[in-house]
């Protein structure tokens, strides 16, 4: 069996493109990772440790340009049973496309390996239900959720060939990139520090951004919090915001409205901290500290440094 | 300009969840459903606004039965100029864009936008299927979109950031938070909307490349363990210990 991996090989190799590769090799038989832009060649062959079996990297696309990418892949899709995409921006727009190019069936949003039946777990009812989805076709394509499958080390590095085939002229013409220096990209994050209203202002969040780096955490907010402009929209998780499944998310202030649990209740253990009692995120929360996050939050802060300083 | 916007429905988000007949369909019992609001608030919206500014016809979407006509009354209320709905039962997101794509193309739009996905099955495949289908570029997750003539001035999302794009008409563009705002519809709209064109076009495609087998929910949450506020050393012990994640 022969399985086709894409990752996107601009910026750092991430740990989304482990989980794939995981993935990839979990589905049995030979995993060739297809990467496209600029990245070196020693950093991929990395991707042998968790079982790739050989890496193409395509110098001859550089963008996101998902009409590029999708022709590319098909090209190389022959012969190929299970093509794996993660479910982050490149995967959305790729994989679709892919599905009606080859009509293999797209199989969005898994969060684990196929059952025995041949079926895959996704996400539905944005986390309040999963389904089992089915592909009829000979070959299958699957976009996994970000954080669903631990990477798995298994090997040593693999051989990378650098190709140059290009696919027509781009019709995206990328004109600018905003993305904050250093930050971990939300939806990759390990753990995620979030917090909203209930912080009273702006000028509070040097407290959770304390936490968040005690913990080497992602900072997050709440709509409220990205509405008024006390922070960035790209931190805004929820429904209409980002979606994510973190190991563990801690939530300051934030009472949990149904929009907001959408968006976090992936997450494997839910810390909330709220001064309301009756704060319907409590009901979602593994664990619940009723009491005012300005005491709170330092307390958690210093026990969490004292509790690292003792490991 | 001619804009076409895909539009699905959804249940409304305070719906209880449930599944019928062996846990293979979604249970519609005492469902209320409602136009799925990234395609509302975000395309529809949009699509309006566009032709407010600078003119344009707007046509609404979707794959289904007579019963989803009260969702697309809806979306005619709010300003969409005319509707279609493809008489079919939605089978899978393959079918479903074929079927939006075929009509599409014999229609001249110069952009089709749609939601970056639905609440109900946040698959995210419908734009990309049918940009594939009409051989259009595609932007997916985009936060603000201008025209400027025949060009397309976008943002949208990328991992851990914000990618500002610029593409030709004609155009598939799905849209997420940013882009509108909701409105609701006024009365002199609900009326208008009783006499705009609702066209019903026969189904062209039969194939499906995925089916739901079965639907679970998750397993129920155990109850919250309180810690007390002035011992986070326990806090810290628990999610060490217990939990494992630290």
Request: charge should be negative; charged fraction near 20%.
């Amino acid at each position: 069996m022969k399985n086709l991996v894409y990752i996107n090989g601009n910026g750092h190799l991430s740990k989304a493109a482990f989980e794939v590769v995981t993935y990839a090799k979990k589905l049995g038989g030979n995993v060739t990772v297809l990467a496209t832009g600029k990245m070196d060649s020693s950093l991929l062959s990395s991707l042998g440790a968790y079982g790739a079996t050989e890496v193409l990297i395509n110098r001859g696309i550089t963008g996101n340009d998902d009409q590029q990418i999708a022709a590319w892949i098909a090209s190389k899709a022959s012969e190929v049973s299970n093509i794996v995409f993660s479910h982050d921006f490149q995967g959305k727009a790729i994989a679709p496309r892919l599905s009606v190019r080859l009509k293999a069936g797209l199989i969005a949003g898994a969060v684990s390996l196929p059952e025995t039946d041949g079926s895959v777990k996704v996400n539905v009812f944005s986390g309040k239900a999963f389904g089992f989805v089915k592909a009829h076709s000979a070959q299958r394509i699957i976009s996994l959720l970000p954080n669903s499958i631990a990477p798995e080390e298994i090997g040593n590095s693999c051989p990378v060939s650098e190709i140059t085939e290009e696919m027509g002229a781009t019709t995206v013409r990328v004109i600018s990139v905003k993305k904050p220096e250093g930050a971990i990209p939300l939806p990759e994050a390990e753990m995620v520090v979030s917090a909203g209203r209930g912080l009273k202002g702006p000028e509070h969040w040097g407290m959770i951004e304390s936490l968040a780096n005690s913990l080497g955490a992602a900072t997050a907010c709440s709509r409220p919090v990205a509405d008024i402009g006390w922070r960035p929209h790209h931190e805004h998780v929820g429904q209409t915001g980002v979606a994510i499944r973190p190991n563990l998310y801690i939530a300051v202030g934030i009472s949990g409205a149904i929009q907001h649990l959408a968006g976090v209740n992936g997450s494997k253990v839910i810390v909330v901290v709220n001064t309301d009692a009756e704060a319907p995120f409590f009901k979602a929360a593994d664990y619940g500290v009723v009491g005012d996050a300005f005491e709170v939050i330092p307390k958690l802060t210093e026990a969490i440094h004292k509790f690292k300083a003792a490991q | 300009m001619k804009i076409l916007v895909c539009i699905s429905k959804a249940p409304d988000t305070t719906s209880k969840i449930a599944f019928t007949n062996n846990n293979s369909a979604f249970d519609e019992n005492g469902v209320q459903y409602i136009v799925n609001p990234y395609d509302e608030w975000y395309a529809l919206v949009r699509a309006l606004e566009i032709k407010e500014t600078s003119g344009a016809d707007v046509t609404i979407i979707t794959v289904g039965t007579s019963a989803d006509e009260a969702i697309m009354r809806k979306a005619l209320a709010i300003g969409a100029d005319e509707a279609v709905r493809i008489d079919a039962e939605p089978t899978d997101a393959f079918m479903v864009a074929s079927e939006i794509s075929n009509y599409a193309k014999t229609q001249g739009f110069d952009l089709v936008l749609t939601g970056k996905e639905t609440i109900n099955f946040n698959g995210a495949q419908i734009g990309g299927m049918i940009a594939e289908g009409l051989n259009s570029p595609y932007v997916s997750i985009a936060s603000k979109l201008d025209v400027h003539g025949t060009m397309l001035t976008l943002e949208r999302e990328i991992t851990g950031g914000v990618e500002v794009v610029e593409v030709a008409l004609p155009a598939v563009v799905s849209c997420a938070k940013g882009m509108a705002e909701q409105r609701i519809p006024n009365m002199r709209g609900i009326m208008a909307a009783r006499t705009k064109p609702l066209q019903v076009l026969p189904s062209t495609v039969t194939e499906a490349l995925t089916s739901y087998v079965t639907f679970a929910s998750p397993p129920a949450k155990s109850s919250v363990k309180l810690i007390d506020p002035n011992n986070m050393d326990e806090l810290v012990s628990l999610l060490h210990n217990e939990a494992k994640v630290i």
